[in-house]
């Protein structure tokens, strides 16, 4: 399948280790947002989603900050794991809550 | 099915040739969108369905491009004179209704043109 990110910034990390994967998003009016991952010849996978009400959200080994006065976004991941690396984007909806932009994304890779 | 299922997952086409690039969204969703991602980069927007209707289509680069859901499920994009530039992968997604809670991407087809 195609291979994204050969040009992405990249994030390597050790097995084990935190990640902190950051993007900047334009819209400031922007009310959502969603972190998503991509393996190579897959489509984006949903990972989690944050309110702009919301400061911080946690899921399973996963953290989303988010920074309304900067306009950023952060993903955190635990303990990263080999089956965590891949190409990572952030997206932010549209005022009419119609549909994503898509930041450009960073790849992570994990070491053994 | 329980996905969504986009084919071919590769094609090939020389330069001038027409495609049609087909994608089938999860069962009863209602929003599907297509999108665009070129190599090193995130997916670029081209356009949304609700239903049958094109809502938006402001992210279609120009008028070779058009996209259709006549029945509200399966949907056909359609590439006029392909031209080498148009090479990337073509992402189609579904939601129930429209962005929030995101949506569920299929795996894409890779389309090359020589």
């Known amino acids: 399948g195609e291979s994204v990110g050969l040009h992405l910034p990249t994030l390597s990390v050790q097995e084990g280790d935190n990640s902190i994967i950051n993007c900047a998003y334009s819209n400031s009016a922007s009310d959502y947002f969603i972190w998503y991952k991509q393996e190579s010849g897959k489509g984006p996978q949903f990972i989690i989603d944050i309110r702009s009400n919301m400061d911080k959200r946690q899921g399973q080994r996963v953290t989303v900050l988010l920074n309304k006065t900067v306009k950023h976004l952060s993903l955190q991941i635990a303990a990263t794991q080999p089956g965590d690396s891949a190409v990572y984007f952030c997206a932010e909806i549209d005022n009419a809550g119609n549909m994503l932009t898509f930041g450009g994304g960073t790849r992570l890779m994990v070491k053994p | 099915g329980a996905g969504v299922s986009q084919t071919p997952s590769n094609k090939v086409t020389e330069k001038g040739k027409y495609v049609e690039l087909r994608c089938d969204p999860i069962s009863g969703h209602t929003a599907l969108y297509w999108y665009r991602q070129s190599l090193g980069q995130g997916p670029e927007f081209l356009i949304y369905f609700q239903g049958t209707g094109a809502a938006d289509d402001s992210g279609l680069p120009n008028d070779r491009f058009f996209a259709v859901r006549p029945e509200g499920s399966v949907s056909t994009l359609k590439i006029q004179r392909t031209e080498r530039g148009d090479s990337a992968v073509y992402l189609c997604?579904?939601?129930?209704?429209?962005?929030?809670?995101?949506?569920?991407f299929g795996s894409g087809t890779r389309l090359t043109v020589v």
């Open positions: 997604a579904s939601s129930p209704t429209g962005a929030y809670y995101g949506y569920t």
